[in-house]
T-cell receptor
Framework: AQKITQTQPGMFVQEKEAVTLDCTYD???????LFWYKQPSSGEMIFLIY??????QNATEGRYSLNFQKARKSANLVISASQLGDSAMYFC?????????????FGTGTRLTIIP | DAGVIQSPRHEVTEMGQEVTLRCKPI?????LFWYRQTMMRGLELLIY????????DSGMPEDRFSAKMPNASFSTLKIQPSEPRDSAVYFC??????????????????FGPGTRLLVL
């Protein structure tokens, strides 16, 4: 079974600093997808970034990048130059090895608070 | 383009009443997912459809829950009768089921704004 672990329940970071949110995963299959979602206090789930297990380069989307270390089974989210609007819950998720089965496995989330 | 649309955004009902949640997926997406989020259990997948056909409903809590997808642009999640423990945020998400390609995010699930349900 797949498992996603987010070990940081909460983080406080000074505005404009870079942030790294940890995510480790457990799977024995070489083919999978990794996702990060942001959930602000308003409640919606916002897709941030995707990394495929076969992608040669780390994914980047604006200020977001995914530090993918396949051998360590980690997929940390890096937010550069943090902003007050980055304060939210962040969820790491994983898609299954069998692409015919589309269940995402979510971590428990990290609550990020940006301090002015 | 419009994202996933859910209605109602908020629902307050009394125990025993029927509740119907609605979802319109992103046009062109062929997979639709219903999730429930609570503080205690986090995000749980209830059921998902592919091409309007239910593929996996193993997450549906019990017979009080049912979901339908009569066409590619509409799905419902019904709770009958509702109970206080059903209080949660219910999300609908959609995606395109296709090949997992390097550098692509074809399988990304896009979420609706959620329906916040309170059963008294």
């Amino acid at each position: 079974a797949q498992k996603i672990t987010q070990t940081q329940p909460g983080m406080f970071v000074q505005e404009k600093e870079a942030v790294t949110l940890d995510c480790t995963y457990d799977t024995s299959d070489p083919s999978y997808g990794l996702f990060w979602y942001k959930q602000p206090s308003s409640g919606e789930m916002i897709f941030l970034i995707y990394q495929g297990s076969y992608d040669q380069q780390n994914a980047t989307e604006g200020r977001y990048s995914l530090n993918f270390q396949k051998a360590r089974k980690s997929a940390n989210l890096v937010i550069s130059a943090s902003q007050l609007g980055d304060s939210a819950m962040y969820f790491c998720a994983m898609s299954p090895p069998d692409f015919g089965n589309e269940k995402l496995t979510f971590g428990t989330g990290t609550r990020l608070t940006i301090i002015p | 383009d419009a994202g996933v649309i859910q209605s109602p955004r908020h629902e307050v009902t009394e125990m025993g009443q029927e509740v119907t949640l609605r979802c319109k997926p992103i046009s062109g997406h062929n997979s639709l997912f219903w999730y429930r989020q609570t503080m205690m259990r986090g995000l749980e997948l209830l059921i998902y459809f592919n091409n309007n056909v239910p593929i996996d409903d193993s997450g549906m809590p019990e017979d009080r829950f049912s979901a339908k997808m009569p066409n590619a642009s509409f799905s419902t999640l019904k709770i009958q009768p509702s109970e206080p423990r059903d209080s949660a945020v219910y999300f609908c998400a959609s995606s395109i089921k296709g090949q997992r390609l390097a550098g692509g995010d074809q399988e990304t699930q896009y979420f609706g704004p959620g329906t916040r349900l309170l059963v008294l």
